[in-house]
């Protein structure tokens, strides 16, 4: 019986306009073998990267729906199970996390 895990993420970024003003967008998709490297890539991306292309005049944070993704063979057969859960990265205040799971879908 073999297990694999893998971690990606979908979620949306929280930062300020161009000329004004805050908002969300959706944030660029992320995979990795484990969450620990998810979420650095994902607090890396804070520097512009990810929030696909949106163009913020600063990103201040995010809400990432991670998944984990295990799957077993057993006799020849994959069975996969997913588990999502959400967690927020950057500086936001509770406000803003209010925002984004109010707005996540």
């Avoid at 484990?34 to 944070?61: F, H, P, R």
């Avoid at 588990?83 to 996540?104: K, R, S, V, W, Y």
């Amino acid at each position: 019986m073999e297990t694999t895990k893998k971690f990606k993420s979908t979620g949306l970024v929280y930062g300020r306009y161009w000329g004004g003003g805050e908002g969300s967008y959706p944030a660029r998709k992320i995979s990795a073998d484990t969450k620990e490297d998810l979420i650095k890539q994902a607090i890396e991306g804070l520097n512009g990267s990810l929030d696909s292309g949106m163009g913020y005049e600063c990103l201040l944070g995010a809400s990432l729906n991670i998944t984990e993704i295990t799957t077993v063979e057993i006799e020849g057969k994959l069975f996969t199970n997913e588990e999502t859960e959400m967690e927020f990265i950057g500086d936001l205040t509770e406000e803003q996390q209010e925002f984004l799971i109010d707005n996540n879908f």
